[in-house]
């Protein structure tokens, strides 16, 4: 019998496309999720069996990542829409918060050193891209 996997809270910052299918994701998957975005209506994303909480809140405001109960986050997602915001919640997650788990999506891949030089792990979807790209043009893709 497969070992249950332990709850994880888990906030996400950011509920646009990327941001609100991990919220709907994790939440479906029984973890407690608090998803942040500045905008009420992005919210609109979540799907009905959503079983979070959401707070309208600027993510590069201190107060915000306070009021989303950072401080107890096993997992912390920056997928907002700028690699600035991005690495100001995650340096905060990893040294104000000691949150161990630390994923931030960079736009620019010449920031990703910077993360990752930071522990935290990063998503950049322009080297997802090249390397796909990549496969394709080597025929390596698994057809």
Do not use: W
Not at 106 to 122: A, H, M, Q
Request: proline share 2%.
């Amino acid at each position: 019998m497969p070992k249950k996997q332990k709850s994880k809270y888990i906030v996400i910052f950011g509920c646009g496309r990327l941001g609100s299918l991990i919220a709907n994701l994790a939440s479906s998957s029984g973890h407690s999720v608090v998803v942040v975005d500045k905008n009420e209506y992005a919210f609109h994303r979540l799907n009905s069996e959503f079983s979070g909480f959401t707070v309208v809140g600027d993510a590069a405001e201190f107060e915000t990542l306070k009021e989303c109960g950072m401080e107890k986050a096993d997992m912390v997602f920056a997928f907002t829409n700028d690699d600035s915001t991005n690495f100001f919640i995650s340096m905060n997650a990893r040294y104000m918060f000691n949150v161990e788990n630390v994923i931030a999506r960079v736009y620019d891949p010449e920031r990703i050193k910077i993360f990752e030089e930071n522990g935290i792990k990063t998503i950049c979807p322009a080297v997802l891209m090249i390397e796909k790209v990549k496969e394709f043009i080597t025929g390596s893709e698994e057809d």
